[in-house]
């Protein structure tokens, strides 16, 4: 199997494998096929990779827009304490805060593969979890939902394995000691 390294080679490696390279029926579909893996990656990644730090700074009434890519809240915190927070609508409120600066931490969506941004951290670290959802979703519009069933499996056990590996990057051996007398 030829190397996945960038948006270019990923799109001719699903061609190949489809054995419809050349075909502008297929060919013409694959960004919407890796659009559509993209959507599946952000609803099903967990990884560390995926968080963003940013400093927000609030108007009077402690309210400032959500970043970029925004998908959830992993901490809120405003001279390095916890700072309670609302999401409302695409912004984010700090309570009882008013003008300041906080820092966010968040879970971001995965940077897109396009002609302009041809690679990504995910694209990097696992080409194959980019190739096996390609497969999928090329499968289910080629109308062969066996294939697609296989290859989603194959992509779903790289994505719990890359959550896993995430999870101990983050924590390893990390144990929990609870103070006091422990019956």
């Given at each position: 199997?030829?190397?996945?390294?960038?948006?270019?080679?990923l799109q001719k490696e699903v061609a190949g494998w489809?054995?419809?390279?050349?075909?502008?029926?297929?060919?013409?579909?694959?960004?919407?096929?890796?659009?559509?893996?993209?959507?599946?990656?952000?609803?099903?990644?967990?990884?560390?990779?995926?968080?963003?730090?940013?400093?927000?700074?609030?108007?009077?009434?402690?309210?400032?827009?959500?970043?970029?890519?925004?998908?959830?809240?992993?901490?809120?915190?405003?001279?390095?304490?916890?700072?309670?927070?609302?999401?409302?609508?695409?912004?984010?409120?700090?309570?009882?805060?008013?003008?300041?600066?906080?820092?966010?931490?968040?879970?971001?969506?995965?940077?897109?593969?396009?002609?302009?941004?041809?690679?990504?951290?995910?694209?990097?670290?696992?080409?194959?979890?980019?190739?096996?959802?390609?497969?999928?979703?090329?499968?289910?519009?080629?109308?062969?939902?066996?294939?697609?069933?296989?290859?989603?499996?194959?992509?779903?056990?790289?994505?719990?394995?890359?959550?896993?590996?995430?999870?101990?990057?983050?924590?390893?051996?990390?144990?929990?000691?609870?103070?006091?007398?422990?019956?």
């Open positions: 199997m030829p190397a996945i390294t960038d948006y270019d080679s489809l054995e419809r390279e050349g075909d502008t029926s297929l060919t013409d579909r694959l960004p919407s096929i890796i659009q559509a893996a993209e959507g599946w990656f952000n609803r099903k990644l967990a990884g560390y990779q995926r968080e963003v730090a940013t400093t927000l700074s609030t108007d009077a009434s402690g309210t400032v827009a959500l970043p970029a890519g925004f998908v959830s809240v992993k901490s809120v915190e405003r001279d390095g304490r916890p700072w309670p927070w609302r999401l409302s609508g695409k912004s984010i409120q700090m309570v009882a805060a008013g003008v300041g600066s906080f820092d966010l931490v968040y879970a971001s969506r995965l940077v897109a593969l396009s002609g302009d941004n041809t690679t990504n951290w995910l694209l990097e670290d696992a080409p194959d979890a980019y190739l096996y959802a390609c497969m999928a979703q090329a499968s289910v519009m080629l109308e062969n939902f066996t294939s697609a069933a296989i290859y989603a499996s194959q992509a779903e056990t790289i994505l719990s394995d890359l959550n896993l590996q995430s999870t101990a990057a983050q924590f390893g051996m990390a144990s929990l000691s609870i103070p006091g007398v422990v019956p």
